[in-house]
Each structure stands twice: as C-alpha cells, then as structure tokens.
C-alpha cells in the first residue's frame, strides 16, 4: 500500500530542477557560436516573436489560469463541464423539398448545425416544408440570406409560432451583417436595421441575429492578429451604434455571433480562439452590463478559404483536419469544415462526407469534446493566447482612434494594413519561406490539368459595388499565382510538347541526389516534365542522353566545386539548351556566368518569378 509521503511527492521529484539560466547555457553551447535569435525565434508575421521553449514562469502572471472553464473572462471556454461543440454543414435551398431532403439526410448523419443558404424570399408555407420533419428544438437552424432579412425572419418566426415551439429552446441565426457588406462591397448598409432584426428576434434568446465576420479579413490575407482585432472593431461599431440607438448592453451581445477563418497554423489558431473569448469578455464587461454571462462570446468556425490549393486538392483534407483541431481545442461553439474541392467546383456527396467526418471523427473516436478547455496550462499556448491578445487589442485601439471601424475603412486603415501583410505573404510564398505543399513545393508530378477552367478560379474576389464608396477588401487564395503559372503550361500543351526539365547528375552521390530532388520540385511546380536520372560518367554522356529525351531544359546537378569544370562543358556541347545550375556556387559565380552559364536556381531563388521567365522563353504565353 502507497505510503502517505510517496502520495504527496511530485512525478520525478528525486531529479534536480533546472533553470532557465542553465537550459540558455546549453542551448548556446549547442548552437556553436551561431546567432540564438536566428537560429531558434521565430519571427511571427503577427508581429511577435515566439520563443523555441517556455517555462512555468511565463504564464506566472496570466490572471485568467486562476480562473475555471465556464467562468469570466471565459478565456477557458463557455462551459464548465464539456468541450463539445456544433458539428454544421450548409445547404444552398434552390427548391425547399429537395433542401429538405437533404437536411433530414444529414441530421441523419451527424450534423447537429444546419445552415440554409437561402436565395430567394421563401414564404411561411416554403418554411414548413423546408423545416418538415426536422425537431427545430434538436438542432440549430441558420438562415444565411442577402437581403430580405426583416421578412424572411418574420415568416421564420411565425412559422415557429404555429408550431407551437418554444421559443427559448430554438438555437441559431440570420446573417445580418452590414459592416461585411461595408468591406466587400464598399457599400453602407443601416446599423439601424439591426435594431429592428433584434426587436423582431426578442422571444429567441438563443437567436442570434448580428454576424461579425472575421473570416473576411483571414481570407483577405491577414494574420491571426488582424483577423482578431478587426473583427473585434467591428463589433465594437455594432455596440457604440446600437446602444445609442436605446439597446443595452445585456439585449445587444447575446446576439453577436462571431466567425473566424481557421487556417494551418495549429497553435496559433488554437490561441487565436481563445484570446477572442478573453478580449470580447472585457469589452463587454466596460459595457456594465446587468448579467455577466452576457460576455461570453459565441464563436463559429469555418476552415481557412486562403491556404485550399486546385492543385493537388485532397491536400486540402489534411489542412481542414488540423484547421478542425485547432478551433475545437480553442473551443469553438460550432464548426464547418468546407469540402476539399469546394474553391474550384460544386462539392459532391464523397467531398462533403469526407468534411463531416473529418469533424465527426474528432468527436467520436478522439473525443475532443470530452474535456473542458484541452489545452490549459501549455506554457506555449497559454503564451500564444496572452501575445496574441496583447497585439490585437494595440491593432483594435489604433483602429478605435482612426474613429471606428467604418472611420478606419473609409480612411483606408484596415485595408492597407492587410493587403501589406498579403504582399508579404506572397512574396514568402513565391520564395518558399511559407510552403503551400503540392503547390509551390513537392507537387504531383503526374496532375494535368484537361479540363478547361474558369480564369476566375486565378483571381481574387471583387465584390465591389459599382457605387462603391470605399476600397473593399478582396478575398483570395494563396496559391493563385502557382496555380495560374501551371494552368498556364497545362493549356500550352494541348497543342504543344510538354518541356521537359532533365537532370544531369554527375560526381559527388550525396549533393547530385539533394540538388535532383531539389530542382525536380522545383521546375515540376510549373507543370513542366521532369526526368531524374541516376548519374552519368561525364558531360558528353549526360547532354546526348538530354537529346535522346527531348529536353528543353538540362539542370546540372553536381556539387560547388565539380561545377567549375562541369558545368562550361555543358553549356559548349548544349548551346541550343536552357542550361540551368542547381545551387548557388558563390566561390566561381563570375566565372560561370562569364562562359554563359546564366541560369542558377537555389533556396533562395524567387520560384514563382523564376518559372515564369522560364515560361516566357519556351514560348509559353
């Protein structure tokens, strides 16, 4: 029987604590003289670096740790005995029976969140069959709708009425959001509205009827942090406009609902959801509101639009699976996970099991939503969530003293403020600094593209009104330009010889197979013919073999002090062909290029600008 004593000492008592002041004396003596803060911080492109470890003594001072799930500033999550949230999935309604059909089909299948994508004005008898069958009181309902907000909820509520349903068990929302519209379409819409839709809305206490989208300024490019402090300036407006309309505090903020974009950057995103909770939770606490629990922010989540790739697209399934982890762990309230194809045609049946399974699977077999606030008490996380609350409440109050948000828009504040962090993600893209897998790095070498595509599938959304007041904000993917490049090469050769990149491999084994591999990817991201090969004895061999291929390209790949008999030899016996280095061989640069060796390809080679003039010589247009 375990003593009394050996029950109150710790896990691994008998080792000696540690320092920080020892871990940094190891660490330097590991690194060898090179720089720490080079080597091992990272420098967020949300404005603040991340450390390569933390310790108890960093969160030592986080209020929020003395406080339980379920409890003010509700940093920990909305609920104080389960992690579980909404499993939802989106029904465009073209004709109510067949939206019918479907829900009851998906409810059947795990979905607990429906939302009706709604086209048209649908009337009361349209609602009954859209709503047959389906216990409105078991599931949450969603109306996404353009305009015609005020009568489709009226007709949803007196729907609701001859039913006979409570009111207070009806969960869900109506996308009344006129501050997005303010940012897409440059257009202002009346906060004044909203007063009336919550009026309307007053007997459905768990109806939410204001959206704020933070998703818009994720899929416009913008970090972690400008997506949270825009979002929260956002809301901000909504609150200064409507509580001087005559709304308190207590009727107003139960009526918010908050939608992120959750991209790949797992920890970050996790932090992200719950710094929201926190920052939210102040804001309204300085509203004074009678009940507290009015503070708690309602979060639904919806996997990232920037980061999905045509490109090799099951890719996407693995990005909405951590996306999906991410916003479970930060403890979103509901999730949507967007079908991999989904950017570039309709989803079909196979895509949109896969997304609800993906959350299902989380749910059921891993049983994410078992424990209240997962990641509590990870010195990274719980760091994360304090940096990057700290950043968007300084963005939030730069944003508050340009007048607002509609100030701050109108003056061209947020908008400058993330197309310059989209620039600078592009640029890290087209150098593979940040890496868009199977798009500007290790790619399928065997995807063509057949199919005749929209050009549109290339360019960012502009949803500009023609009246537009404002700037708008153009949502757009990432990958976009790799994909334009390669589409490009894809409609070349149904008419043409797809060019064809040949390695010429020679001398040292281990830097020939490194550089191959390297410039294989590397070419393959234009949509070009790659050839590998596994070494040949001399440059008069490698060149004919490139001849008997076909190549257009041949990209030498040997080792820095092999090229400078090597690679002059190549060049004098393939005049006629692009001859590309792989590598950067700084000691005989000059003296390469002074042969006519012009082309050299390295890590830091801007590819997506590199490719192009590849295209532009072969012809390409």
């Excluded at 590991?30 to 967020?44: C, F, I, M, R, S």
């Excluded at 057949?450 to 960012?460: A, G, R, V, Y």
């Excluded at 050769?493 to 294989?520: D, E, I």
Aim: include cysteine; charged fraction near 25%.
């Amino acid at each position: 029987m375990m003593s009394k004593k050996a029950k109150s000492e710790k896990l691994f008592h008998e080792f000696p604590s540690v320092s920080t002041s020892e871990w940094e004396e190891i660490i330097l003596k590991d690194l060898k003289g090179a720089d720490y803060e080079k080597k091992l911080v990272w420098n967020t492109n949300e404005g603040f670096k991340v450390k390569p470890y933390y310790r108890a003594e960093d969160i030592a001072d986080f209020n929020h740790l003395n406080t339980s799930p379920g409890q003010f500033p509700y940093v920990r999550g909305n609920k104080s005995d389960s992690n579980n949230w909404l499993v939802r999935q989106d029904i465009v309604v073209e004709d109510v029976k067949t939206a019918n059909k479907k829900a009851l089909f998906l409810l059947s299948r795990g979905i607990e969140s429906l939302g009706f994508i709604l086209t048209s004005v649908i009337t009361p008898k349209q609602f009954n069959e859209l709503l047959d069958e389906i216990v409105v009181e078991a599931v949450e309902i969603n109306l996404i709708c353009g305009s015609h907000f005020e009568e489709i909820l009226k007709n949803f509520i007196s729907v609701l009425s001859k039913k006979n349903i409570n009111f207070k068990n009806v969960h869900g929302s109506i996308t009344y959001n006129p501050m997005t519209d303010l940012a897409l379409t440059g257009i202002k819409n009346e906060v004044e509205e909203a007063k009336v839709i919550i009026e309307m809305s007053k007997d459905l206490p768990n109806f939410r009827t204001l959206i704020v989208h933070g998703s818009i300024f994720h899929n416009a490019g913008a970090t972690t942090v400008e997506e949270l402090g825009f979002a929260l300036s956002m809301a901000a407006e909504y609150l200064n406009q409507l509580t001087e309309l005559g709304l308190t505090i207590d009727e107003l903020s139960p009526k918010l609902k908050f939608e992120f974009a959750v991209g790949s950057n797992y920890f970050m995103e996790i932090a992200k959801i719950r710094a929201a909770r926190l920052l939210w939770a102040k804001m309204v606490e300085a509203h004074q509101p009678v009940d507290k629990s009015v503070a708690k922010m309602f979060i639904h989540s919806t996997t990232s639009d920037w980061n999905k790739t045509m490109y090799d697209p099951h890719v996407n399934m693995l990005r909405t699976t951590t996306e999906a982890m991410s916003s479970v762990l930060g403890g979103t309230d509901s999730l949507t996970v967007n079908a991999y194809n989904e950017i570039f045609e309709n989803p079909t049946d196979f895509s949109e099991r896969i997304a609800r399974n993906q959350q299902l699977l989380l749910k059921e077999e891993s049983y994410l939503d078992k424990v209240a606030d997962p990641a509590a008490g990870s010195y990274y996380i719980e760091s994360l969530t304090a940096s990057i609350a700290e950043n968007a409440w300084k963005l939030f109050l730069e944003a508050e003293e340009k007048g607002g948000f509609m100030e701050a828009m109108k003056s061209g504040f947020i908008q400058e403020k993330i197309k310059s962090t989209a620039q600078k993600r592009d640029m890290d893209i087209a150098n593979r600094k940040e890496i868009l897998l199977g798009t500007n790095q290790y790619p399928n070498f065997n995807e063509v593209k057949t199919i005749n595509l929209d050009e549109d599938l290339f360019k960012s959304t502009d949803l500009s009104d023609e009246k537009a007041e404002i700037e708008t904000l153009k949502p757009y993917r990432g990958a976009q330009a790799f994909e334009a490049l390669r589409y490009k090469t894809d409609l070349y050769t149904k008419n043409h010889k797809r060019p064809l990149a040949f390695m010429l491999t020679y001398g040292n084994v281990a830097m020939r197979k490194a550089r191959a591999t390297f410039a294989s990817n590397f070419f393959a991201c234009a949509g070009f013919e790659v050839k590998d090969n596994i070494g040949f004895k001399s440059a008069e061999e490698g060149v004919k073999a490139a001849a008997i291929a076909g190549a257009e390209i041949i990209v030498i790949c040997s080792s820095d002090d092999e090229y400078a008999e090597l690679a002059p030899v190549v060049k004098k016996l393939a005049a006629d062909k692009m001859v590309v280095v792989a590598g950067y061989p700084k000691e005989i640069l000059e003296d390469l290029k002074s042969k006519g060796i012009q082309d050299f390809i390295h890590i830091k080679s801007n590819v997506l600008e590199t490719l192009a003039d590849f295209q532009r010589r072969l012809g390409i247009r």
